[in-house]
């Protein structure tokens, strides 16, 4: 069946071309045959639902299994650059809230006001958060707790380092398979999408995309004023002189394959090129690129704050300074945990939501939004993380001396 000459089509069709193709048939199907659309909005619902059903079990066991298979005992000089992962991150997120509050985007959602239960405070958020902390593991994942499987996930793991190599092996190829479901889950996207635009645009008309339009202009302007002010500012904090030409390098020769291939591991091997031609120590940067590829989040963290952001809004519910800057914590952890494949951070959004009483069916909606801006986003915000990546790791081995060229081949 696979031989089909459409399989074949699709196999050789890029997801972001197919996803391109879902959007404006959407839009198409919306303006022309408005009550048609309606109908095809079952594909949303379909696509909706799977990411629901995949999302807390792909929390649970890829961190257990990122944490139970981390080599102990490397030396590797990697403390401050993990110092700058962390405070770029935190950075990032900062960002997004800042330009969240000035800039506030509406979404279109379906919501019930009665499964809504906005917190009244921060010491209300701190008591939900705790609560949901020692929430049993199996309730967590069958109501979507996903600061209750965050915390099971972190536990687990730790626990799991001490156990036999077959367990490890085990918890590994579990997260392999999980991955490898999620990104079958993600192949329905352009049909997902296709419904969901349709119906969406049926219902509330073209303004819907106006929505969208400013949605996306927020969460890349953050991302670019990452990228061009605070990165710059921590790398010259670092290393005391000029940080735009290592920053220019970064960007040209990491962030712009970054940007097409829209996945930071597969991005691992054009760091490490990077890392060897600017002359760094191998034994730091071939553990410090990899790491980052997992924890060095920033454009996840941006892209979590401001589409949490957005449904709080859009859901009028109110929230304080603190409790922002708790928002702000939680996604730099939450980004941490992004999975590798398209969309990964998108999946993480829930766990944000939850923090104001959000419904997951609610959360899902904001997911599902995301994918239909992500053919942007998503490529924006891998090339974030991933030049930043080897942006940081230059900058700290420039600082601690460990290079093995001399300073006049590196970028001034």
Request: hydrophobic share 55%; aromatic share 6%; with cysteine.
């Amino acid at each position: 069946m696979t031989d089909h000459p459409l399989f074949r089509l699709i196999n050789r069709t890029s997801l972001v071309t197919q996803i391109i193709i879902g959007l404006i048939a959407g839009i198409a199907l919306a303006f022309f045959f408005p009550q048609a659309a309606h109908k095809v909005g079952l594909l949303g619902n379909v696509f909706v639902s799977a990411l629901k059903a995949v999302a807390p079990v792909l929390v649970f066991i890829l961190v257990a299994a990122s944490i139970a298979n981390h080599q102990r005992g490397q030396q590797t000089h990697i403390k401050p650059i993990l110092v700058l992962y962390l405070l770029g991150t935190f950075s990032a997120a900062l960002v997004a809230v800042l330009a969240s509050f000035a800039f506030p985007s509406s979404l279109t959602l379906v919501s019930n006001s009665a499964d809504l239960s906005p917190p009244g405070g921060i010491s209300e958020v701190l008591t939900t958060l705790l609560m949901n902390v020692v929430d049993n593991p199996v309730n967590a994942l069958l109501k979507g707790n996903f600061i209750g499987i965050l915390a099971w996930a972190i536990g687990l793991g730790f626990a799991f380092r001490h156990a036999t190599a077959s367990t490890k092996q085990m918890l590994g190829d579990m997260a392999g398979a999980v991955t490898s479901v999620v990104q079958m889950v993600i192949r329905l996207a352009p049909l997902g999408i296709f419904g969901l635009v349709a119906a969406t645009l049926a219902e509330t008309g073209m303004s819907a995309l106006l929505d969208y339009l400013h949605l996306l202009l927020v969460l890349v302007g953050c991302m670019l004023f990452v990228a061009l002010i605070i990165n710059p500012a921590i790398v010259y904090w670092k290393i005391r002189r000029n940080p735009y030409p290592l920053v220019f390098t970064c960007l040209r020769e990491s962030g712009i394959t970054a940007f097409f291939t829209r996945s930071s591991a597969a991005n691992i091997p054009v760091n490490l090129q990077l890392c060897r031609r600017l002359g760094l120590h191998e034994e730091t940067y071939s553990v410090s690129i990899p790491l980052g590829a997992t924890i060095n989040m920033a454009g996840a963290a941006i892209t979590i704050t401001v589409l949490t952001l957005a449904a709080v809004h859009t859901l009028n519910i109110a929230i304080d300074l603190p409790t922002a800057l708790l928002l702000s914590l939680l996604a730099s952890i939450s980004a941490c945990g992004a999975s590798g494949v398209a969309g990964g951070s998108l999946l993480l959004i829930p766990l944000a939501c939850s923090l104001f009483g959000i419904p997951n069916d609610v959360a899902m909606q904001v997911v599902a939004v995301g994918f239909i801006i992500g053919i942007v986003q998503d490529s924006a915000e891998t090339a974030l993380n991933s030049s930043t990546d080897a942006l940081f790791t230059a900058a700290a081995c420039i600082a601690n001396g460990a290079v093995s060229v001399p300073a006049e081949n590196q970028p001034q």
